[in-house]
């Protein structure tokens, strides 16, 4: 079974540019996450898709930050402009979603995308 | 708000020591409760998870956990540490009253050869 599948794996842009990640999850997985982690922090929820719509995005900086998951299976995160403090791993994940509120569901996560802001 | 707090960042052990990494958790009401690992180099994976039933939940690779409902604890635990088990751990909380992931800022850990 594929993994779930993230691209770049590194980006050097500078503050006030923009930038795109692009996520395949696993195929059928219904779930799909976006999660930023800072250096020596854990990793934060930015947003959650449960197929094509938006379950949470609660934590996403919207002035900057948009993710879009056309026909609920590949997803992107733009950031535009970027900030020096965006500088991170990206972390893209995905789950089965069927497992309930609140979910049991195992995440299965990506490589990540490893962000530097000049 | 829900937190998650891991309390040692950085653990430093010799091979064959025992473990135990602590995790504590903010939210009263009903939680799933997880463990993920990241190896040097590999992606974040699922250890162990703990939803209902026998608090105590056994893992990959040896490795298990103690949900501890009044203590609002859920550690890890493993008797005997190898060379392989130098990772990344991070404690995860999900509670029902929104459904949302969070996660710990991670424990160290690097065992000795």
């Known amino acids: 079974e594929a993994g779930v599948a993230q691209s770049p794996r590194y980006k050097i842009i500078e503050k006030r540019q923009s930038v795109a990640f692009w996520c395949n999850p696993i195929s059928g997985h219904a779930t799909l996450y976006w999660y930023q982690q800072i250096l020596g922090q854990g990793p934060k929820l930015l947003i959650q898709?449960?197929?094509?719509?938006?379950?949470?995005d609660s934590q996403l900086p919207k002035d900057r930050f948009s993710a879009e998951r056309l026909k609920g299976v590949d997803s992107t995160l733009k950031i535009q402009p970027a900030k020096l403090e965006d500088s991170a791993v990206y972390l893209c994940?995905?789950?089965?979603?069927?497992?309930?509120?609140?979910?049991?569901?195992?995440?299965?996560f990506g490589p990540g995308t490893r962000l530097t802001v000049l | 708000a829900q937190s998650v707090s891991q309390h040692n960042h950085h653990v430093i052990l010799s091979e064959a020591a025992s473990l135990e990494l602590g995790c504590n958790y903010s939210y009263g009401g009903t939680v799933n409760l997880f463990w993920y690992v990241q190896y040097p180099g590999q992606h974040l994976q699922l250890l162990l998870k703990?939803?209902?039933?026998?608090?105590l939940v056994k893992g990959i690779k040896g490795f298990e956990a103690e949900f501890i409902k009044s203590k609002f604890s859920f550690n890890l635990r493993k008797p005997s540490v190898q060379w392989s088990d130098t990772a990344e751990y991070f404690c995860?909380?999900?509670?029902?009253?929104?459904?949302?992931?969070?996660f710990g800022k991670g424990t160290r850990l690097h065992i000795l050869p």
């Open positions: 995860a909380v999900n509670a029902k009253r929104d459904d949302k992931i969070i």
């Open positions: 994940a995905s789950s089965p979603g069927l497992a309930g509120r609140p979910s049991t569901d195992t995440q299965y």
């Open positions: 703990y939803f209902s039933g026998d608090p």
């Open positions: 898709f449960q197929n094509n719509g938006v379950v949470d």
